[in-house]
């Protein structure tokens, strides 16, 4: 069986480093791929905007803090080592007190703001 | 906007109280999924047997431990909060010197011993 990814493919991604290189929230960073699917680091505070995606489940995954995910009719929180799946179809508003360090799993082209996109729309695919 | 979700889906996964409910290793249990991509943990400890995702990449988040995965040319390795997707088609082997807690991250369906199925396969798609 031969090896097909080159040696430099070998790098294995450090959360903690890559939020270390980045300060601003609520602008997701993408530091590995999965086939389509991305992961990405984000650090967010205060309250975010009513959005949904529809056409895809979006992951959360909480490495230091607090995040509370808002629903029309209820609430999730999660706390460090916490992970909640958002369904599709679902519309939600993250919210956290103080910053929160998260991390996303979610397709490849999904919208921080879903079908909501406008001024909390951040650039999409940047990498770090 | 309707909520399409039924209240009880509210429930956020905790991994440290996941991996309270189980003592054996080698033996993933999926926690969530999201779309048709399944979040799983397990214990490992000790050597793997050498395999290959044909079909997909496979991603790994170390928890706790260190695991350190084989490749045919070189290796790395993951300490706690440390990511690595193996890239689909490359052989690899698993293996920790005392025993590691991580995530999974991987398309429903995709066995742990790839395309080496016997006595090492666990039972997919257990929920915890």
Redesign the interface.
Known sequence: ?T???P?D????????QKFGLFSEQWKPKV?????D?Q?KIARLEGDFIWH?HFD????FLV?EGELRID?????????Q?????V?????HKPYAAREVKLML???HGTLNTGEQTGERTAQNDLWI
């Open positions: 069986m090896h097909t990814s040696v493919s070998y790098h294995v991604i450090n959360l903690a530091v590995a791929q999965m086939n699917y992961f949904t895809t489940d979006e992951a490495l629903f029309r009719d209820g609430s999730v929180l999660l706390r080592g916490e992970l909640y799946v369904p599709k179809g679902v519309e799993i979610e397709p």
